[in-house]
């Protein structure tokens, strides 16, 4: 399904039935990896699964920023008229989660975010040099957009004040004291670290994040 919201079009599919939850993707991915997930999580929720702007079949833009894809998803809620979802968010999902949070505090009921970074210095070194190297063949947006965003500050993880759930992998390629940052500043926030895993091993083509999502939600 299509539904234009702030000013460009965006791609999602729907599923399952009971509380609405948001799921949103990583940089250069699509909804599609959240498939295995999505299974389990649809027998328990309403799931909506968006594209985000610039990726898979939502609309293309020349420049990307993490605060219009938060503007996206406060529109896509309230076009819908969604009422209090839970806001699943990875990655590059997880930085919109966070900024729209602290935007709209009165639209959803919580928050879950895995491997979200407050600012380009949260990537370790070698990830990074990949990013920078691979954004000379990338003609997108989308590794650059890495390089000079996000800004999550203080006061904006202090302003969030839904039930918040942080997570990343042991071996992520988020450093693990922005994650613990992120966890520790947002007001009762939960941490939880997935041992023995990456950035993405419990995520993509995993049932692993939906586990999670279903023991910290009622």
């Known amino acids: 399904m299509f539904i234009t919201v702030n000013g460009v079009k965006l791609y999602y599919e729907k ?7 948001i799921m949103a993707h990583c940089n250069s991915m699509t909804h599609k990896i959240f ?5 389990v999580l649809e027998k328990h929720f309403t799931v909506y699964c968006p594209d985000t702007r610039g990726h898979g079949k939502s609309e293309k833009v020349s420049v990307l ?3 219009d894809m938060a503007e996206d998803m406060a529109q896509f809620i ?8 839970v806001f699943y968010g990875f990655s590059d999902g997880g930085i919109t989660g966070l900024i729209l949070a602290y935007r709209y505090p009165e639209l959803l009921s919580a928050l879950i975010v895995s491997g979200a970074s407050l600012n380009p210095d949260s990537t370790k070194d070698l990830p990074m040099k990949f990013f920078k190297l691979w954004s000379h063949v990338d003609r997108s947006d989308k590794m650059r957009i890495m390089m000079r965003e996000p800004d999550i500050t203080d006061e904006i993880l202090e302003g969030i004040n839904v039930p918040t759930f942080v997570t990343a992998g042991e071996k992520d390629v988020i450093k693990l004291s922005h994650t613990e940052h992120i966890a520790k500043t947002i007001p009762g926030a939960t941490l939880k670290i997935f041992p023995k ?12 994040i939906a586990d999670y999502i279903l023991s910290v939600i009622d």
Do not use: D, F, Q
């Open 15 to 21: 599923s399952g039935s009971g509380r609405p939850l």
């Open 78 to 85: 309230k076009a819908l008229e969604i009422e209090k979802p």
């Open 35 to 39: 498939k295995k997930a999505v299974k």
């Open 197 to 208: 895993t990456g950035h993405s091993g419990y995520i993509m083509n995993s049932t692993k």
């Open 65 to 67: 920023h993490y605060e």
